[in-house]
Nanobody, 115 residues
Framework: QVQLVESGGGLVQAGGSLRLSCVAS????????MAWYRQAPGNERELVAE???????NYADSVKGRFTISRDNAKKTAYLQMDSLKPEDTAVYYC?????????WGQGTQVTVSS
């Protein structure tokens, strides 16, 4: 059974930083791509950042230069370092993995950025 568990969300002031973590079980990160999505109230879920099994990364234009996605295959953990946070970054952040066994989602972690 594949499970993704996110942590690291919280309340931060604008300009601050947070690091989200996503621990995976039942899947090998060496063959799966990992991604972070977010969904704000009234909005559709959108891709924030993704990292392929080869390590290549892709970011939404709105977070380029501020967010960094990384992963530790041995720890089966993906990270999202978020710097220079803005109020518009407020959302529920979801971890996602896709690979030979399908597509899976975590339960989400709330990030709130106050102005």
């Amino acid at each position: 059974q594949v499970q993704l568990v996110e942590s690291g969300g919280g309340l931060v002031q604008a300009g601050g930083s947070l690091r989200l973590s996503c621990v995976a079980s039942g899947v090998s990160l060496s063959i799966n791509a990992m991604a972070w999505y977010r969904q704000a109230p009234g909005n559709e879920r959108e891709l924030v950042a993704e990292i392929s099994r080869f390590g290549s990364t892709n970011y939404a234009d709105s977070v380029k230069g501020r967010f960094t996605i990384s992963r530790d295959n041995a720890k089966k953990t993906a990270y999202l370092q978020m710097d220079s946070l803005k109020p518009e970054d407020t959302a529920v952040y979801y971890c996602n993995t896709r690979g030979p066994r399908g597509v899976y989602w975590g339960q989400g972690t709330q990030v709130t950025v106050s102005s």
